[in-house]
């Protein structure tokens, strides 16, 4: 994933949770496997209704926990998206002064140029070494970019 001259990160490069997404995905299709089976085996005198609404009770667990394993940070030329849970940011390379993820922080925080911070809930510290490293790859390719500037400086 580098540019072997320069060892930056080739883009657009795209850094997402490892140990979050595994699980989440994982108890998603332990669910809907469950429910789908329990539905099927359960006595005759339960409807028609309650099997497909068994069913669909898997399926609404599953979609939540799919909103936890959704976060993502996309690194292209033209700048940077975030995905959260539930939003999505489109940043340019300017408006992201700084990424930092102080010790015991579940994932980092954006500084922005316009002085607020967004998390980044792609990068997670449950991946250890994993989250360090992209955090020091995603860093990079911001310096590299030329951040923005905080606001009240020249």
Same mark, same amino acid.
């Given at each position: ?9 080739? %883009? #657009? ?28 085996? %359960? #006595? ?57 993820? #102080?010790?015991?922080? !579940?994932? #980092? ?12 809930? +792609?990068?997670?510290?449950?991946? =250890?070494?994993?989250? &360090? &490293? ?6 990079? %390719?911001?310096? +590299? &970019? =030329?951040?923005? &500037?905080? !606001?009240?400086?020249?």
């Amino acid at each position: 994933m580098d540019d072997e001259a320069s060892g930056q990160a080739v %883009l #657009p490069r795209t850094w997402r949770p490892r140990s979050v997404r595994w699980v989440a995905y994982g108890l998603a299709l332990l669910i809907v496997a469950t429910l789908a089976v329990l539905a099927a085996i %359960l #006595p005759g005198s339960w409807g028609i209704m309650d099997r497909v609404l068994m069913v669909g009770l898997g399926l609404a667990i599953a979609a939540a926990l799919h909103l936890l394993a959704r976060p993502r940070l996309v690194a292209t030329e033209e700048g940077v998206t975030v995905v959260n849970s539930i939003r999505t940011h489109v940043l340019s390379w300017a408006e992201v002064v700084d990424m930092r993820m #102080p010790e015991g922080e !579940p994932w #980092p925080s954006a500084d922005l140029s316009d002085g607020t911070t967004l998390a980044v809930m +792609a990068i997670q510290s449950a991946d =250890g070494e994993t989250a &360090r &490293r992209g955090l020091e790859e995603f860093r990079a %390719l911001l310096h +590299a &970019r =030329g951040e923005g &500037r905080e !606001p009240g400086r020249s």
